[in-house]
């Protein structure tokens, strides 16, 4: 029997957010440090994934897993990685050790403690942000609809925990306020995400009794599921097949978040801690997006094309209106917050372009935004803590205070604003290259958000950083050795994979064009027209 590394990779968190939990409720330094060093652990477990995943490989899945659970009803534990999961892994276990060093203090007690200032369990804190990794890992390398479907859902657990007990301390509201808006923001989250999640489970209902019905057993296996369909063993009715592809897209959607299913999302990254903001855009919302491409492309090829034209169009509303909110806003955190439902537009937009470079370039911009997003709020949650206000009119002139947060600030709010060189553009190019090859309008109106990306990014930098100095940041400290060890490495692998993506795109693409030669698609071809008398030569 082979090494279990898909399972071992998600259950050295589970594991650490076991030990970090059990550590005595005084030595809040032994819980943080035992959290880093399980996150550590399991980013050697992703790169170890990385290093045996091989590109050129034959069959759709690697290093795969699978086991009976519960026989009676087809589920099966089934585990395997394509180049788009195992990418999304090591994404994951990437920045979740930058989250712990980032949060480093955000579960400290308040001093002076008062009656009105609650207790925050540091072991908690940390324990549940491992407790997200290891779902969202598991998520990633789940090919059984039924396992997808437990740890989709069972992820909202503890992100409820750390946004409704875990809020940002930012501003001059009382405890009592504050806690009133971080129970609102976590409650909707849930509710939004439990909504999406129990349409889903009907759909997952019935594509069990679907596949009982024509092959004789019941079966959650997406590989088996796949296959029977391309041997004409398994066939779904039109009606049947778009009911279900719509139950799982509407969760995904959610998840995502697409328009008009977003609205929990600003609420949430605005009141959590900016770590926490991470976890829910930079990796829990990834696993929406990816989950288009594994279940509703693969499973439902005939629906998905069907529902291309108004799943565009949502994309397109989600680019515009994420980037005309995010121009409008002045608390900080909503600003990046309705940037990332824009950027989730394009990233959604290019998966149902249909193209290889449309697809290629959405899964791409999935690796990219989720660095690019990480470092933008992680340096905004130290310019935050340092002054006490989420409010851009609260800043001015911090460049000249701290010029080393100001820089990675402005180069984090480039990629953003995907300015060539950084690695954002890339991925955001091939989207609108391959969308435009198909929909040549919707391309167009996609390039709108580019130029508002811009406007907001810029009057951003513009109002913070630069200007007179305000006297409430005159003492302000810049980046400390701590802080510089998270942002650093993000804002170089930025620089690298804007230069040289390759690394990251030889491993993508062969899943994209599996993935499309799934759906039964094929890239558009140029329109190439010859006169007369070049034709007669």
Same mark, same amino acid.
């Given at each position: ?37 399980f996150s550590l652990a399991t980013l050697v477990l ?10 050129? @490989? ?15 009803? %087809? ?124 349409? /889903? ?49 509407? @969760? ?17 990254? %605005? ?6 903001a991470v976890l829910i855009t930079a990796v829990v919302?990834?696993? %929406?997006?990816?989950? /288009? ?6 499973l439902f090829p005939g629906a998905s094309t069907w ?71 992680? #340096? ?50 091939? #989207? ?27 009057? =951003? ?33 930025? =620089? ?42």
């Amino acid at each position: 029997m082979s090494f279990p590394l898909l399972t071992v990779t998600a259950a050295v968190p589970a594991a650490g957010a076991l030990a970090t939990a059990a550590v005595p409720a005084a030595r809040r330094a032994a819980a943080k440090w035992t959290a880093l060093v399980f996150s550590l652990a399991t980013l050697v477990l992703a790169g170890v994934q990385l290093a045996r995943f091989d590109p050129d @490989a034959a069959g759709p899945f690697q290093l795969t897993e699978s086991h009976a659970w519960i026989s009676d009803f %087809g589920v099966r534990y089934e585990l395997g990685v394509d180049g788009i999961g195992v990418v999304l892994v090591a994404l994951t276990a990437l920045l979740v050790p930058f989250v712990v060093l980032a949060g480093w203090h955000d579960a400290d007690p308040l001093e002076p403690a008062t009656p009105s200032r609650r207790w925050r369990p540091t072991q908690g804190f940390f324990a549940l942000i491992l407790m997200v990794e290891a779902m969202v890992v598991i998520s990633f390398e789940a090919t059984d609809v039924f396992v997808f479907y437990v740890f989709f859902e069972a992820m909202l657990i503890p992100m409820y925990f750390l946004i409704g007990g875990f809020g940002d301390r930012a501003g001059e509201r009382t405890e009592d306020e504050a806690a009133a808006q971080r129970s609102y923001a976590a409650v909707k989250f849930l509710l939004y995400n439990l909504a999406g999640g129990l349409v /889903m489970l009907a759909a997952v209902v019935g594509l069990y009794a679907v596949t009982a019905d024509q092959l004789g057993h019941g079966t959650f296996s997406l590989t088996e599921i796949v296959q029977a369909r391309g041997s004409g063993r398994l066939h779904f009715a039109t009606v049947t097949e778009r009911a279900l592809f719509l139950g799982f897209f509407f @969760a995904f959607a959610v998840k995502a978040p697409l328009w008009p299913v977003h609205t929990w999302l600003p609420n949430a990254m %605005g009141e959590a801690t900016a770590p926490v903001a991470v976890l829910i855009t930079a990796v829990v919302d990834k696993v %929406g997006t990816f989950a /288009m491409l594994r279940f509703c492309l693969q499973l439902f090829p005939g629906a998905s094309t069907w529902a291309t034209p108004v799943i565009v169009v949502l994309a397109l509303i989600s680019i515009l209106y994420g980037a005309l909110l995010a121009v409008g806003q002045r608390d900080i955190k909503r600003l990046i917050a309705y940037a990332s439902i824009s950027h989730f537009g394009f990233i959604i937009l290019g998966i149902f372009a249909m193209t290889t470079q449309g697809q290629g370039g959405a899964t791409l911009y999935m690796v990219n935004h989720g660095i690019s997003t990480a470092a933008l709020m992680l #340096v905004a949650g130290f310019l935050i803590s340092r002054r006490g206000s989420r409010l851009i009119a609260d800043y001015g002139g911090v460049q000249k205070v701290a010029p080393v947060l100001a820089g990675t600030f402005l180069v984090a709010g480039l990629a953003t604003l995907s300015l060539p060189g950084l690695a954002p553009f890339v991925s955001e190019f091939l #989207v609108l290259v391959g969308t435009f090859s198909r929909y040549p309008v919707a391309g167009a109106v996609a390039t709108v958000g580019i130029v508002l990306a811009a406007l907001y990014v810029l009057v =951003l930098y513009q109002r913070t950083m630069t200007g007179p100095v305000e006297e409430s940041v005159r003492a302000m400290p810049d980046l400390r050795v701590r802080e510089l060890a998270v942002v650093a490495p993000l804002i170089a692998l930025l =620089l690298f994979l804007g230069v040289y993506p390759k690394p990251v795109t030889r491993i993508l693409d062969p899943a994209v064009e599996h993935t499309m030669s799934q759906v039964h698609r094929t890239d558009p071809q140029p329109d190439v027209r010859v006169s007369n008398a070049e034709g007669a030569k």
